[in-house]
């Protein structure tokens, strides 16, 4: 099992950028992919970016795309989202996530979550 902690969120205007991070404990992080999913108020929680164990794999939601940037650490157990030109529709809580095998998109497959980061973007 592996521990997450998120952080880096709050508040920016639309059109600025946050980097978010996330800090895993336990040494068998290396073999995890890692999700970041957010959820909005109202909302379900929805699937962000991902990054397999090794790093070369991602996938990103089309949403994001071109302004979300995830990547990994795994010398240091850090896995990190960029994100450029925010909007306002971005405003969530922010959760990382792991997952034992190959790199998924649906929530029911990560195992372990962190307590999520929230990132609000004013207009």
């Known amino acids: 099992q592996v521990q997450l902690v998120e952080s880096g969120g709050g508040l920016v205007q639309a059109g600025g950028s946050l980097r978010l991070s996330c800090a895993a404990s336990?040494?068998?992080?290396?073999?995890?992919?890692i999700g970041w999913f957010r959820q909005a108020p109202g909302k379900e929680r929805e699937f962000v970016a991902g990054i397999n164990w090794s790093g070369r794999i991602t996938d990103y939601a089309d949403s994001v795309k071109g302004r979300f940037t995830i990547s990994r650490d795994n010398a240091n157990n850090m896995v990190y989202l960029q994100m450029n030109s925010l909007k306002p529709e971005d405003t969530a809580v922010y959760y990382c996530?792991?997952?034992?095998?190959?790199?998924?998109?649906?929530?029911?497959?990560?195992?372990?979550w962190g307590q999520g980061t929230q990132v609000t973007v004013s207009s």
């Open positions: 996530a792991a997952k034992s095998g190959p790199l998924a998109t649906a929530r029911s497959g990560f195992g372990s």
């Open positions: 336990g040494r068998t992080f290396n073999t995890y992919a």
